[in-house]
């Protein structure tokens, strides 16, 4: 079947009674509404016009969203709290409040530049302070932190006294390099 040139399909004329471009007339008076009653025969589900439940859309229990217990959230004892140990020590292995020891890493900078051969040893026993500490060895860690202190200080100490020493030393010789040279300035004629 052929239809003449600049006609309309039959039905598809917005402008003619009906309006609806397939031949049927739109349901509920509107092609967008909501459906007014059941579009396929069916009885309306608990008032819903979509026939969605009302209420309780997915079967969940009422009071209890998620299935969490009531009295106690995230699972935690009621007498315990942030999961400490009944009895221990609130303040961690060592039972001091405070965490680990000093490492004495300052010690250790201020010997690299004044006597860096002992800077080594207290580097290396800076850097096994916490790690001791985190292993639960705090004795090894006291000991770890003691050994930096040693070896730090006592290579600030010797850096400072070998400065000191070249000092008085650089003194001594300009002084006397000095007063011998105006000595033998002033005897002497050109």
Excluded: E
């Amino acid at each position: 079947m052929t239809y003449p040139p600049n006609q309309p399909f039959p039905g598809s004329d917005p402008n003619q009674p009906g309006g609806s471009p397939y031949g049927q007339p739109p349901v509920g008076g509107s092609p967008y509404g909501p459906p007014q009653g059941s579009p396929y025969g069916q009885p309306p589900v608990g008032g819903s016009p979509y026939g969605q439940p009302q209420g309780n859309p997915y079967g969940q229990p009422q009071g209890n969203p998620y299935g969490q217990p009531q009295g106690n959230p995230y699972g935690q004892p009621q007498g315990n709290p942030y999961g400490q140990p009944v009895g221990g020590s609130p303040y961690g292995p060592g039972g001091s409040a405070g965490g680990p020891p000093p490492d004495y890493k300052g010690w250790a900078i201020a010997s690299i530049f004044l006597f860096w051969p002992l800077a080594i040893p207290a580097f290396i026993a800076s850097g096994k302070v916490s790690t001791l500490w985190a292993q639960g060895d705090i004795a090894g860690a006291n000991q770890a932190s003691a050994d930096a202190k040693k070896w730090g200080s006592l290579g600030v100490y010797i850096g400072a006294g070998w400065s000191a020493l070249w000092l008085i030393c650089c003194c001594v010789y300009f002084v006397f390099l000095g007063g011998s040279l105006a000595a033998a300035g002033a005897g002497s004629s050109y």
